[in-house]
């Protein structure tokens, strides 16, 4: 079974999301038969990588709040990451463009890293001092090869503005196509969607209704047409 989860760096709900649906997994019975494949979803699409400002300063001009309701709703997910086991910084964090990331992302899925980038992505942006947007390209680096990415690749892929550009785009085409018009989206299957930060026992839910109605395989043919299989192939009487 495969579970797809749209999601952004930038996106706390995303971070608290994670760790409830990973308890959900973690209890599954049958979780290591589930793949998961991270998404690139991005909140602020159009700011421009230089753009970075406050947390804070984000949260007033883009919803209309005073600093004061900003900074409660910061402490409100602290206490929610902190039930999560999760580190969580309430003051002091900037907010960027996430592009790069994303497209790092990708890198990583092809390596077979992705979910060990996207951890670290979550755990530098939310939970350490140093910012992920302001110190440039080299920061990303450094997580990257944390993540155990080659330095060289992903240089080459910061480098390069192209690169693994489409892959994102088709990623938020596809989001936009299922519905998703917030982040984390979580797809089993493509049966089930579900949106949000939801209580791991939400997830725990979703995952047993999905593996039990996996359809199987019909077949068209009885399988009377030669093929080959483990013992040869099928030789033609005529």
């Known amino acids: 079974m495969r579970v797809e989860i749209w999601s952004d760096i930038a996106c706390p709900w995303c971070y608290v999301g994670k760790a409830r649906f990973e308890k959900a997994l973690e209890a599954f019975p049958h979780r290591d038969e589930v793949e998961v494949v991270h998404r690139s979803f ?64 990708h890198l990583a899925k092809e390596q077979g890293k992705q979910d060990e980038l996207i951890q670290i992505l979550y755990r530098a942006n939310f939970a ?10 080299e920061r990303l680096v450094e997580l990257a090869v944390e993540a155990g990415l080659d330095s060289d690749a992903v240089r080459e892929v910061l480098a390069d503005p192209a690169a693994y550009a489409d892959e994102v785009r088709a990623d938020e085409r596809e989001a936009a196509q299922l519905g998703a018009n917030g982040v984390p989206f979580f797809v089993l299957d493509r049966k089930y969607g579900v949106s949000g930060a939801q209580p791991a026992e939400v997830f725990a839910q979703a995952l047993t209704q999905a593996w039990g109605e996996r359809s199987p395989l ?21």
Do not use: W
């Not at 709040?65 to 999560?84: D, F, H, I, P, W």
């Not at 350490?128 to 390209?137: A, I």
């Open 218 to 238: 019909k077949l068209i043919d009885d399988g009377g047409a030669e093929a080959c299989g483990p013992d040869g192939c099928a030789v033609p009487q005529h």
């Open 42 to 105: 991005e909140l602020d699409p159009g700011r421009a990588k230089n753009d970075i400002q406050p947390v804070l300063s984000m949260l007033t001009k883009k919803y209309g709040m005073s600093e004061a309701q900003a900074q409660a709703g910061e402490e409100n997910l602290g206490t929610q990451a902190a039930a999560e086991g999760l580190a969580y910084r309430t003051r002091g964090r900037d907010h960027g463009n996430t592009f790069d990331m994303h497209r790092l992302l």
């Open 128 to 137: 350490e001092e140093r910012s992920v947007f302001s110190e440039g390209d």
